[in-house]
């Protein structure tokens, strides 16, 4: 609800956003690979894990592109990230916890 606006003043298409938004959970498990509309760095790709363990080829990718100190700051914000998410989320903070999030068109 809140990403999308945040997303496009980016510059993200809406083939991305889309690629974001439709992710199954667990997919680079499923053998969905989202690089070629994501992009080769990975970021966004590891950013969208949603298991604990993150895939070598998504790991791989993010680190060609990354030094470690970057590659730690990047671990850390998404793990933070995923944290925030849960407890807003949990405690239903912006009463939205119901609220179907959109498909960007």
Same mark, same amino acid.
Do not use: C, W
């Given at each position: 609800?809140?990403?999308?606006?945040?997303? #496009?003043?980016?510059?993200?298409?809406?083939?991305?956003?889309?690629?974001? #938004?439709?992710?199954?959970?667990?997919?680079?498990?499923?053998?969905?690979?989202?690089?070629?509309?994501?992009?080769?760095?990975?970021?966004?790709?590891?950013?969208?894990?949603?298991?604990?363990?993150?895939?070598?080829?998504?790991?791989?990718?993010?680190?060609?592109?990354?030094?470690?100190?970057?590659?730690?700051?990047?671990?850390?914000?998404?793990?933070?990230?995923?944290?925030?998410?849960?407890?807003?989320?949990?405690?239903?903070?912006?009463?939205?916890?119901?609220?179907?999030?959109?498909?960007?068109?």
């Amino acid at each position: 609800l809140q990403h999308e606006s945040v997303g #496009r003043m980016a510059g993200h298409t809406t083939e991305q956003l889309l690629a974001i #938004r439709l992710a199954p959970p667990f997919f680079a498990s499923q053998g969905v690979n989202l690089t070629s509309i994501l992009g080769a760095s990975g970021v966004l790709t590891f950013t969208l894990i949603k298991n604990v363990h993150v895939p070598d080829d998504v790991f791989n990718a993010l680190k060609a592109f990354l030094n470690d100190s970057q590659l730690v700051e990047a671990t850390a914000t998404a793990a933070g990230y995923s944290f925030i998410n849960r407890f807003v989320v949990a405690l239903n903070v912006d009463a939205k916890m119901d609220v179907p999030v959109p498909v960007p068109t």
